[in-house]
């Protein structure tokens, strides 16, 4: 599609961004962003760019960018066609610059992450958050669950006080091949329950594929995010029935071996039951060595590693 018109996309960027401003020096815009709304920062850090050089949106906060098509597409709901038809109907050449200070500024829910999240891996979050008790024990948790050191580290973690269904908990963010967040789960920061929720009325996707090596034969299907980040190639997929939309996207790597790695049989009735199951299906499967630890999570903090080594899991097959 035809590149959409820098007028354009800086009009709907004033509708969308919270409290944009121009930087005359070097030519950059700058607001709130409207996709993750940067916690308690939001109309204060404005840590969203958009750069009318590349047509193109970056967020510091949540770290995710995108081209002008996705960017809109993402915060007005239309389709691409209907931006494409807008863009070029000619309705758009007038002199936005005495526009945008009568403009009033659009406030939109996240549509990607809880209400309100806070980026755990940014620093000026840390700062600003330093004593609130679950910022505080999120960060423990990221830290005694090596969360930041494991070889397949998500890009980011968040957490939100004040969501109604998952405030106070970990999020983990699932990203698609374009590095936007799609999904996510949240997880208890205790032994509450449910353990896990999931992003409600979405599609569950496969956690990790936006970091598959193509070039290791293999992918390791694991139940757990916080399993899958310690295996290079390690994905997580949340069940033994694949959701459409995460065949599609295994899809993309037909010639990839695909390993199922779950829990220690030894130790969950309901992995040993699983594993059964798959093998009765034909998968592949890991077989457990002789250790004490129920998942790979307990294995890396009981051993103080970041890593499994994927071959180990590869010698390892029933
Ligand atoms: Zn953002």
Redesign the pocket.
């Known amino acids: 599609m035809k590149q959409l018109p820098s007028n354009y996309v800086l009009e709907k960027f004033y509708t969308y961004a919270g409290g944009p401003s121009y930087n005359k020096y070097n030519k950059i815009y700058n607001g709130s962003?409207p996709?993750?709304?940067?916690g308690k920062s939001w109309l204060k850090k404005k840590?969203?760019y958009f750069y009318p050089e590349s047509n193109s949106f970056y967020?510091?906060?949540?770290?995710?960018n995108w081209n002008a098509y996705a960017w809109i597409e993402q915060n007005s709901g239309m389709t691409r066609e209907e931006i494409y038809a807008e863009a070029f109907s000619g309705n758009f050449s007038r002199d936005l610059t005495q526009e945008i200070s009568k403009k009033k500024f659009v406030q939109k829910e996240s549509s990607v992450l809880p209400y309100d999240s806070i980026n755990l891996n940014d620093i000026q979050q840390r700062c600003f958050y330093g004593t609130n008790k679950y910022f505080q024990k999120a960060l423990e948790y990221i830290e005694e669950r090596k969360l930041n050191t494991a070889v397949n580290k998500n890009p980011a973690y968040y957490i939100s006080l004040k969501d109604n269904f998952h405030k106070n908990r970990l999020c983990i963010p699932y990203y698609d091949f374009d590095k936007k967040i799609v999904f996510y789960q949240t997880r208890a920061l205790d032994d509450s329950k449910p353990r896990y929720l999931g992003k409600s009325g979405a599609d569950k996707t496969v956690f990790g594929i936006d970091r598959i090596d193509p070039s290791i034969d293999s992918i390791f299907l694991f139940e757990g995010a916080l399993d899958a980040i310690m295996v290079r190639n390690g994905v997580a997929v949340a069940g033994l029935t694949l959701t459409e939309l995460q065949e599609k996207q295994l899809a993309r790597f037909p010639f990839h071996e695909k390993i199922w790695v779950l829990d220690n049989p030894k130790m969950d009735q309901t992995a040993k039951d699983n594993i059964v199951k798959l093998l009765d299906r034909k998968e592949k499967v890991f077989k457990w060595p002789d250790k004490p630890y129920k998942d790979f999570n307990e294995w890396v903090i009981a051993e103080n590693l970041n890593e499994i080594d994927y071959k180990f899991i590869l010698e390892n097959l029933y």
Not at 35 to 38: A, D, H, M, Y
Not at 59 to 64: D, P
């Open positions: 962003c996709v993750c709304r940067e840590r969203l967020c510091f906060n949540c770290t995710q």
